[in-house]
Structure formats: structure tokens, C-alpha cells
């Protein structure tokens, strides 16, 4: 009699269900394969075998501020399924991991890269880097290299390196990865800006990366990099801003258009359906918009009819931010039950409330006239002239320049 709770027949059922969404449009059967052959419950021995084969993220390392995101978990495994799809690994590679985690992503990639290839995997925390190693060991994959060291820095002594990833966000990126990448390598990472984070495969170039794919993604940021800032608007700690160290925002410069004016609501004739997603929105508004940042408000802030207009996604909406003024994006249901779908349109306060509502109102459009399209993005190094960067809208950090292209 078959044990349709097994851990063999938990983990083909989950596979089955990734390989059937390909929420990124992304696959690869030696991935698929290499997921259905490696146990993911080996990696976290405390959770129960429901959940080690549901489609979620695991938390391995909590934080000591409750407030804050945990220190260190097992990735969702369609996000492992993507980033590994995206990875390309071929027998005899060698492979740089940033973020060992559990371990259960660098015995993925040992799988696939076979006997004649190696991974190195690399954590800040050394009680993680106990745990991978003594999970790698125990599953078979002993040997993986698992280091204790900041990310950042690579492992220059094993390089040059056929595959780099990381599986924590970055908000920028680390020269060291040039370094250690031959051109014709390939860089995996979710690369966070102005509030929102992409998974991008990235091809090296004699003197830039060049993005091959994109995939929505959620990670925890990497340790050291002091690029993103937040910070409430509003005495009730309700609403929040997100957004980046070259951005000149100051939240509690908008207390005053918040609390005591009313909204200027701009509505489209662009709609969407109740599951389609809106991140596309965001990522044209960064493409296109210096302004462009995140806002998050609490159901208190817009119960009731008495807060503010209700943003899009409470947790996790695109806004503009300029001085003491800003818009976000908006929605409301039209049509009847059964064929119910939303508008979409962007909701302002302060003095140049209308501009920026105007503003965010175009790139929807923009957005709806080809929603299947991405950008590319190519990456150079911080010193890289504007002469000779390629066509679009570029964003500084202190290691690279990135350029976003529609």
C-alpha cells in the first residue's frame, strides 16, 4: 500500500504543482529533476513534513526584534524552482552562493552541477553555517563548501566562478561579484530598488551585465547594505515610506498634506482582473520615475470612510514622493459579481498633488498597452561615464550603475 504522505510523495506533489503554475514563465527539467531527487525536510529538521513540502518560506533564524523580518529561512521553493531555472547550471560548473540558509539550495545546485563541479555557499551567521554544513553532510553533499564570511566579499581564493547567486535581496552590487564572474558567467540575484525586488539573471559583458530574465520575488536583505530608508509620515506610525539613499524624501514633510486635505483622486479607463498582479505598474514607474518609492498604511488609516483613500495594496503600494506632496496607486471594483473587475488610478495630496496623481496615471497607461513587456536591465560599475552607458532611465548606488530600459 502506498503512503501518499511520504516525504517522496509530499515533494513530487509539491514539484507537480510548481512545475504547473511556472509563475514566472520560467523552467528547466534538470531543475525539476534535481527537486524531486533532493529531500527538503532533511534541511529543516524542526518543521513538520506538511510544511516542509508546502509551497512557503521557512523561518530558520528568528530576529530578536519582533518587529523585524527573521534573520535567515528556507526560500519558498517556486522562488528556488525560478532562480535555479534562471541559474542554468551545467555539469562541472563552479558555483558562488551568497546566503548558505539551510543548505537545501546549495545541495540543489551540487545535484545539478554534478561530481566534476563544486559549490561554495557563504553566510555572515555562523550558527547558519553550522546548520548547512552539518544538513549538507547528513543529506550526502558534504562536499559543499560552507564559509563564514560577509557575502559581499566573495571567495576570491576558489574563483573564477562559472554561476554566482544570491538568495538574499541586494540593494547593491558588490564589485567583488565582478571580479569573480568571467565574462560569459552568470549572476542570479534579487536586486532591490525603489521598494520592489526583481530575481534577474544577469550575463557578464566585457564591461557590463546584461539581464536574460525577470521574475517577481521576496527576500530578506542582506546584511550590510545600508542603501534602503523608512520612516513614518503620520504621529500614529499608520503610514510608511520606503525608498532609496539617493532619494530626497522626508516623510514627516507630508504630515501636514496627509491630515488636513482631501484626496485628488485620478481614475483611468485602465482595469484588471481580481487575480492579476500590479507589479508590472511599479516597475515602469522605476523605469521612468525619479519619485518612485513604497507605501505601506494600516486598515486604521482608511476604515471607515474617515482616513485616507485606500492604496491599491495596503502592504505594498507603488508611490511617487515629491517634497511635501504624493500619490499612490489606487483601485475600486466596477462591473457586477461574477465579472467583477477593478479600475485603477492614483490618489494625491499635498500642493502638487494633481502633477504627481497625472504622473502616475500615464505610466498606467503606458503599463496597459503592453503589460506582457519587461525591461532590460544592464548593469556597470559605478565609474562607468554617462557616454557610454546604454539608452534609459539610470539609477546610481555606490557599486553600480543600473539602466532600465523599455
Given at each position: ?71 535567515s529561512c528556507a526560500s519558498q521553493p517556486d522562488v528556488v524552482f525560478f532562480m ?113 525586488t526583481r530575481s534577474i539573471a544577469f550575463v557578464r559583458e566585457a564591461d557590463h ?120 496607486l489606487s483601485l475600486e471594483p466596477i462591473g457586477q459579481e461574477g465579472n467583477r ?66
Open positions: 500500500m502506498t503512503d501518499t504522505n511520504s516525504p517522496q510523495n509530499l515533494r513530487d506533489r509539491l514539484v507537480d504543482r510548481i512545475v504547473k503554475e511556472r509563475i514566472a514563465g520560467l523552467y528547466d527539467p534538470r531543475v525539476e529533476a534535481a527537486m524531486r531527487a533532493v529531500p527538503r525536510h532533511n534541511f529543516i529538521p524542526q518543521a513538520p513534513l506538511e510544511l516542509a513540502y508546502a509551497n512557503q518560506a521557512v523561518s530558520i533564524k528568528d530576529n530578536p526584534d519582533p518587529d523585524a523580518l527573521p534573520l535555479l531555472a534562471q541559474l542554468d547550471i551545467r555539469p562541472g560548473h563552479n558555483i558562488l552562493e551568497a546566503g548558505a540558509g539551510t543548505g537545501y539550495n546549495a545541495a540543489l545546485m551540487q545535484h545539478l552541477t554534478g561530481p566534476a563541479g563544486k559549490v561554495t555557499t557563504l553566510d555572515v551567521h555562523e550558527d547558519v553555517v553550522t546548520h548547512a554544513r552539518q544538513r549538507l553532510t547528513a543529506a550526502g553533499f558534504g562536499d559543499v563548501r560552507v564559509l563564514a564570511r560577509d557575502a559581499a566579499l566573495g571567495a576570491p581564493e576558489f574563483a573564477p566562478y562559472d554561476r554566482i547567486i544570491a538568495t538574499v535581496g541586494v540593494w547593491d552590487l558588490p564589485a567583488t561579484w565582478w571580479d569573480q564572474l568571467p565574462v560569459g558567467g552568470r549572476l542570479v540575484l534579487p536586486l532591490r530598488w525603489r521598494g520592489l551585465l546584461r539581464s536574460e530574465s525577470l521574475a517577481t520575488c521576496g527576500f530578506l536583505p542582506m546584511i550590510g547594505q545600508d542603501g534602503e530608508r523608512e520612516g513614518y509620515v503620520d504621529e500614529r506610525r499608520l503610514v510608511k515610506l520606503y525608498w532609496d539613499a539617493d532619494q530626497p524624501i522626508q516623510p514627516t514633510n507630508l504630515r501636514t498634506s496627509l491630515t488636513h486635505a482631501q484626496a485628488h483622486v485620478a481614475w483611468t479607463d485602465v482595469s484588471v482582473a481580481p487575480d492579476e498582479p500590479l507589479d508590472g505598474i511599479w516597475l515602469r514607474l522605476s523605469a521612468t520615475d525619479p519619485a518612485t518609492c513604497r507605501i505601506t498604511v494600516q486598515p486604521a488609516a482608511f476604515a471607515d470612510g474617515t482616513g485616507l483613500h485606500r492604496p491599491a495594496i495596503p502592504a505594498l503600494t507603488p508611490a511617487l514622493v515629491e517634497g511635501d506632496s504624493l500619490a499612490y473587475r477593478y479600475r485603477l488610478g492614483a490618489a494625491g495630496y499635498g500642493p502638487a498633488a494633481e502633477v504627481l496623481a497625472e504622473r502616475l496615471t500615464t505610466q498606467l497607461r503606458a503599463w496597459d498597452t503592453g503589460r506582457g513587456i519587461q525591461p532590460s536591465i544592464t548593469a556597470y560599475r559605478a565609474d562607468a561615464p554617462d557616454d557610454q552607458l546604454a539608452q534609459g532611465h539610470v539609477i546610481d548606488k555606490p557599486s553600480v550603475r543600473l539602466v532600465i530600459t523599455y
